[in-house]
């Protein structure tokens, strides 16, 4: 029988199965503090418990891992990207990023992802699996380990998407914010979908205070449509009202994320769109001139046009920002790094 992946299980859930096996609920505490801020990986590293308590422990669970199989550190920015394999021998990338105020992770949440974005590199295999709960935690663990630095902003802005893996996703949010674990701060997380809206409604429900980011990408439901085949199942109508929802729910405000490409969404008739889409709402746009990947033919705008049109919709009191690249000496895009190592094995 497989072992049982203890670092998925919530505190609560921990105290049950240390008393299933005879154990006192206090023992579970400790090994919770030994999974989620000690950050250990073996059951032997657990000296305040018994020989006899971690050899059964190690019985009949496991604590995975992801191990590092490559890292680049950008010579610019200092960004570091990982690509980590996991136990049955998928890779996932994650991504280190340093800012003044912090130093923020970018993780996966599925192996490989099924949503087809046009310009997307993470897509281009289709889904492998889901990550655990563990294994989206871990990338945050093992970088903390490997950089020696302390993390305190997450974004599940990698490979896949977050809200087509649910309840892995959940658990791990509530693991991650815990404050007898590693304690990030929700207000200090973002989850990124490109707009699954039942999911968008249940997240709203959860009374998290993370932030919801929407991968917004077209300023009508047939621009969006021609980037992204979700929007075939979910009207922009439909996205849009369920981001207002979450914002009235959670009183956090919606991110807007807009990869600005060349010739399909960047023109006059663009910014005036998404001026009547965005003016009336309480919300931030960001925009990302899209990074070219190889399997597709898409352009990024030049700096100067990105910077028009940014001042124009700041003209028209959107809050917008450019993403500051970071990173652009290593394989920057989401998914590359991962794809080139899988191309080439
Ligand atoms: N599936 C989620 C999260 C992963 S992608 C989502 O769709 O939001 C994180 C962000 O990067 C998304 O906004 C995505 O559309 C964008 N993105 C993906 N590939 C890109 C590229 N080549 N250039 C610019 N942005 C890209």
Known sequence: MDKKDISSCTLEELVKEIEQMGEKAFRAKQIYEWLHVKLAEHFDEMTNLSKPLREKLEAAYEIPQVKLVERQVSALDGTNKFLFELEDGHVIESVLMKYKHGNSVCISSQVGCRMGCRFCASTIGGLERNLRPSEMLGQIYRIQKISGERVS??????????????????????????????????????????????????????????????????STQEKRKALMPIANKYELSEVLAACDSYFEKTGRRVTFEYSLVHGVNDGKEDENELVNLLKCRNCHLNLIPVNPIKERNFVRPDKKSAENFKNKLEKSGINVTIRRELGSDIDGACGQLRRRYVEAR
């Open 153 to 218: 902003n997450v974004v599940v802005m990698g490979t896949g998407e977050p809200l087509d893996n649910y309840d892995n996703l959940v658990r791990f949010l509530r693991l991650l914010t815990d404050e007898r674990g590693l304690h990030i701060s929700q207000r200090n997380v973002t989850v990124s979908t490109c707009g699954i809206v039942p999911n968008m409604k249940r997240l709203a429900e959860e009374k998290f205070q993370i932030t919801l980011a929407l991968s917004l990408h077209g």
